[in-house]
């Protein structure tokens, strides 16, 4: 909860549960961390990197199933 200057008492819009939602300012400050960069060309390359964060989820998914059947594939030989 946070309060406000007349002590009104409001959820905070940063976060969820203690963690911070991911949202375009928030990755870029933490993009700007590892590779400085402007906001502007942040900005114009943000479609791609939310592709790119897509795929690398869908992609870690389908290792750990690939890892699951291999694992299993070895217990009933």
């Given amino acids: 909860m946070v309060v406000d200057k007349k002590h009104n008492r409001c959820k905070c819009q940063c976060c969820k549960v203690?963690?911070?939602?991911w949202i375009q300012e928030t990755r870029f400050a933490y993009f700007a961390q590892v590779l400085p960069v402007t906001?502007?060309?942040?900005?114009?390359?943000n479609m791609v990197l939310s592709l790119l964060v897509v795929w690398l989820i869908e992609n870690r998914a389908v290792m750990?199933?690939?890892d699951q059947v291999e694992r299993e594939?070895?217990?009933f030989i």
């Fill in 39 to 45: 906001y502007s060309r942040f900005k114009r390359y």
């Fill in 18 to 21: 203690g963690r911070i939602v």
């Fill in 64 to 66: 750990a199933m690939e």
């Fill in 73 to 75: 594939g070895c217990v």
